[in-house]
Nanobody, 124 residues
Framework: QAQLVESGGGLVQAGGSLRLSCAASGRTFTFYNMAWFRQAPGKEREFAAGIRWSGGTFYADSVKGRFTISRDNAKNTVYLQMDSLKPEDTAVYYC??????????????????WGQGTQVTVSS
């Protein structure tokens, strides 16, 4: 059974950094698009960053220039490096995988594998 497991969340001060990891198991995700979504308390889940199977990346305007998504296909793992964190980045971060290689990266309906989420809290 395919599974995505996030790790690396925690509490950090504003201006700090965190690196999230998403380890996939049960199948290879080499030819899947991967993404990170996030959900803050009382808000809907929103797209943060995505990476195509070919390596192309796309970011939400709110994180562009501060977050970097990458993937290591040999390790079946996706990463999200988060720098210059702000209190408004506080959320549960979810990793997701999509087999729709030609689809847009920011549509959650295209993703059929989701992790359980990892909490990121940024204090001011």
């Amino acid at each position: 059974q395919a599974q995505l497991v996030e790790s690396g969340g925690g509490l950090v001060q504003a201006g700090g950094s965190l690196r999230l990891s998403c380890a996939a198991s049960g199948r290879t995700f080499t030819f899947y698009n991967m993404a990170w979504f996030r959900q803050a308390p009382g808000k809907e889940r929103e797209f943060a960053a995505g990476i195509r199977w070919s390596g192309g990346t796309f970011y939400a305007d709110s994180v562009k220039g501060r977050f970097t998504i990458s993937r290591d296909n040999a390790k079946n793992t996706v990463y999200l490096q988060m720098d210059s964190l702000k209190p408004e980045d506080t959320a549960v971060y979810y990793c997701a995988a999509s087999p729709s290689l030609g689809g847009v990266l920011d549509n959650p309906n295209l993703y059929n594998y989701w992790g359980q989420g990892t909490q990121v809290t940024v204090s001011s």
